[in-house]
């Protein structure tokens, strides 16, 4: 009797963050992104154009909640013992599901994950970053958000790909890919 595969397709995971000179991608949770560039932003928006689903936390969700319902979004939440659908918009609990399985079963191709940290830590310790887009923006913010949250301390590998001016403020695009 010969066993039957099924054939699972690569889903390619990008990051996009957007943070200050000293790490900070926001304020607190309730703060958004509207200290970033507008170059930042056109590359954010022209990025997403390839994307068939963008992850995000909770606190991402609620303050870009009229933005993510143009697009298949999965939002992580341990508020959910299951999946929840509205609309284009799935509320995830990735401690209850897998979601490796559940993205290959919608046979998305390209994911975007768009914060916030705990969200970017999820994903980095799953293998979900093939890439990271960091835009450093040319601010000190001194205490806020940081890019990754985890209580241990753990060493991930990624090589820098390349690194664009954006503006004459001295805005920063770099792109790394995971290294391990």
């Known amino acids: 009797m010969s066993q039957i595969h099924k054939l699972t397709h690569k889903i390619y995971y990008v990051a996009y963050i957007a943070a200050s000179?000293?790490?900070?991608?926001?304020?607190?949770?309730?703060?958004?992104?509207d200290w970033t560039s507008?170059?930042?932003w056109n590359f954010f928006q022209k990025s997403l154009e390839k994307i068939d689903a963008v992850?995000?936390?909770?606190?991402?969700?609620?303050?870009?909640?009229?933005r993510l319902k143009k697009r298949n979004a999965?939002?992580?939440?341990?508020?959910?013992?299951?999946?929840?659908t509205k609309d284009s918009i799935i509320f995830f609990n990735p401690n209850k599901s897998n979601l490796k399985k559940f993205l290959q079963a919608r046979k998305y191709k390209n994911v975007a994950i768009v914060g916030g940290p705990k969200v970017y830590n999820f994903c980095l310790e799953n293998k979900m970053l093939d890439k990271l887009?960091?835009?450093?923006?040319?601010?000190?913010?001194?205490?806020?958000?940081?890019?990754?949250?985890s209580n241990k301390f753990k060493k991930y590998n990624f090589v820098l790909e390349s690194v664009k001016k954006l503006n004459k403020k001295g805005t920063l695009?770099?792109?790394?890919?995971?290294?391990n």
Do not use: W
């Open 74 to 84: 999965i939002v992580l939440t341990s508020k959910v013992q299951k999946p929840i």
């Open 55 to 66: 992850i995000v936390g909770h606190n991402t969700y609620k303050l870009a909640r009229a």
């Open 38 to 40: 507008i170059e930042d």
């Open 173 to 179: 695009l770099l792109k790394y890919k995971y290294a």
């Open 21 to 33: 000179i000293d790490g900070r991608i926001a304020k607190d949770c309730h703060s958004g992104t």
């Open 133 to 149: 887009f960091v835009t450093i923006e040319p601010y000190v913010f001194t205490v806020g958000i940081p890019m990754f949250s």
